[in-house]
């Protein structure tokens, strides 16, 4: 008994629909209050077309695709390095870190005083950075040309040969994406680093 070539041509269609989700739209939360955030320095290091949600824009920031801390204090630093917040900017960011979300920051204010510090107090601002890896927190890496960032559930072969027709050479997925074989072969024998986050 053969199956009907309209069935199989129907469900295929289903199959793609269901795989076939458009890309949302990247939502980056800024842990800093709007007027406080210079946001043309901030889109000069992030892709076009984000959003830009900051913590008075009313709406929650544990579902955003990156959250980012503009500038981490010498005092902040100190007390978040001990599980402690204050202010209401670095409550949230303490929140976010409880719930195992990753913080990035742009500037380690401590850096700052490299040459004039003492080594001992340096030292500590640098064990501290360290400390707060562990929690989740990480310096702030803007997203390159050649850095290729999918927010899709399912990336093929298709894929990966669009991304390097742009010219990545590295794709960063969700961390529940799911790569065909083809596309991983076609990653793999283009020198195309996919990795997920």
Do not use: W
Not at 72 to 92: F, I, P, Q, T, W
Not at 175 to 188: I, Y
């Amino acid at each position: 008994m053969g199956l009907d070539s309209t069935l199989v041509e129907q469900i295929i269609k289903k199959v793609l629909q269901e795989l076939t989700v458009p890309e949302p739209k990247t939502r980056v939360g800024i842990l800093a209050l709007r007027k406080d955030t210079d946001f043309e320095g901030l889109a000069t290091c992030l892709p076009q077309g984000v959003e830009l949600v900051c913590l008075d824009d009313g709406c929650s920031l544990g579902g955003m695709d990156r959250l980012i801390l503009p500038t981490l204090s010498c005092n902040a630093m100190a007390d978040l390095a001990m599980g402690k917040a204050s202010g209401r900017v670095m409550e949230g960011v303490l929140a976010l870190l409880l719930t195992g979300q990753a913080v990035e920051v742009m500037v380690f204010e401590y850096q700052g005083y490299e040459k004039t510090a003492p080594h001992a107090l340096y030292d500590l601002y640098a064990s501290h950075e360290k400390t707060l890896s562990g929690f989740g927190v990480r310096r702030f890496e803007p997203e390159t040309e050649d850095t290729l960032v999918l927010r899709k559930r399912l990336i093929t072969e298709k894929d990966v040969a669009e991304a390097l027709a742009k010219g990545a050479t590295q794709i960063k997925a969700g961390a529940k994406a799911v790569v065909t074989p083809l596309g991983a072969d076609f990653a793999r024998n283009h020198n195309i680093d996919i990795t997920k986050e």
